[in-house]
């Protein structure tokens, strides 16, 4: 028995996708996510996981089912519910962009950084983030 406040950590969060490809397609070709494990479970499942290089937390991509299909890109409810920090927003936002991602807005600062919101093509809203410093 250990002493001392448990240990816990944020491990995965599952991310629902129209199929595989499009969700490797955007995460590791788009955002340049390191695809971490991409194992075969039988009867077309697969257990894929996929984050940025370092990161500890990861994205677990769900092929969503016939039933799920509506909640693709509503996972937040509309809001922005996915925060990718960096330590460059400049170039992280100037790379997105050439690689078609689209902001919602321009790139504004925050009191807490520079910050600006892109949807992925599934219809989730993210912040694009460089926090500020001190």
């Not at 991602?101 to 599934?122: I, L, N, Q, S, T």
């Not at 809203?125 to 001190?134: N, V």
Request: overall charge negative.
């Amino acid at each position: 028995m250990s002493s001392g406040a448990p240990r816990r950590r944020l491990a995965l969060v599952s991310v629902l996708v129209p199929d595989y490809a499009a969700g490797l397609a955007f995460f590791v070709d788009t955002l340049g996510f390191e695809c971490r494990e991409d194992s075969d479970l039988g009867g077309g499942k697969r257990w894929v996981r996929v984050a940025p290089e370092g990161a500890e937390t990861e994205f677990l991509l769900a092929e969503a089912k016939e039933d799920q299909r509506a909640a693709i890109g509503a996972q937040g409810g509309g809001r922005v519910w996915l925060f990718l920090a960096t330590d460059d927003f400049d170039r992280d936002h100037a790379l997105f962009t050439r690689r078609g991602v689209v902001f919602e807005e321009a790139p504004r600062h925050a009191p807490y950084g520079k910050v600006a919101v892109f949807r992925d093509p599934f219809g989730n809203r993210w912040d694009l983030i460089e926090y500020a410093q001190g």
